[in-house]
C-alpha cells in the first residue's frame, strides 16, 4: 500500500524520538531519515523500524500524561519613563533652518559671518541634547537587560523541563 506525507512525517518524527532516546547515532538517522522520504510503500517504510522498539509509524501513539495549562510567562519589564521630546524636536528644527536662512542672509548681504549662527546652535544642540547618556541611565538599562535575560533563561528552562516530563525523562 502506497504512503503519504503524513505517514513520512509520522516515520521521521518516530526516527526522531529513536535517536533522542539514544537508539540511533546522527549517521543511522540521517540514512534512514533519507530512506523514509524515498519509501513509497508502507512495507518500504517499516523495513527501517524493524530492529527498534515503539514508537513504529502507523503505531498507535502513546498516550501523554495531561499537562495542566500554563499561564502565559511574563518577562518583567522596564517602567516606562515618559520623556518628552518636544525641546529636542523644537531645537532640532529651529537649527535646521537656520541653515537654509543664514546661507540666504549670507549670499544677499555677504557678511557670511553669519554662518556662525547655525554653527553655533548646532553645537549648542548637540552638547544639549546629544547622544551622551548619563552613567545611572546606562546602569538601570542594564539591571532591566539582566532581568529580562533571567527570566528568559528560567522560561528556557521551566520549557525544557516540562519536554523531560513528556517524554518520561524526569
Do not use: C
Request: proline residues 8%; positive net charge.
Amino acid at each position: 500500500m502506497r504512503i503519504g506525507d503524513t505517514e513520512r512525517e509520522q516515520a521521521l518524527a518516530a526516527l526522531g524520538e529513536h535517536m533522542s532516546a539514544g537508539r540511533l547515532n546522527i549517521d543511522e538517522y540521517g540514512e534512514r531519515s533519507a530512506k523514509v522520504t524515498a519509501a513509497r510503500t508502507h512495507s518500504e517504510l517499516m523495513e527501517l523500524f524493524t530492529d527498534l522498539p515503539a514508537p513504529k509509524p502507523g503505531a498507535a501513539p502513546k498516550p501523554q500524561p495531561a499537562a495542566a495549562p500554563q499561564p502565559p510567562a511574563t518577562v518583567p519589564g522596564a517602567p516606562v519613563e515618559k520623556r518628552s521630546n518636544a525641546p529636542r524636536i523644537s531645537m532640532a528644527a529651529v537649527a535646521a533652518a537656520s541653515w537654509p536662512v543664514a546661507i540666504g542672509i549670507g549670499l544677499i548681504t555677504r557678511q557670511w559671518e553669519v554662518i556662525a549662527v547655525p554653527v553655533l546652535l548646532s553645537w549648542f544642540m548637540g552638547a544639549l541634547f546629544g547622544g551622551r547618556r548619563r552613567d545611572e541611565e546606562r546602569e538601570q538599562d542594564q539591571r532591566h537587560r539582566d532581568q529580562w535575560r533571567q527570566a528568559r533563561h528560567q522560561m528556557r528552562d521551566e520549557m525544557h523541563r516540562q519536554r523531560r516530563e513528556l517524554r518520561g525523562r524526569d
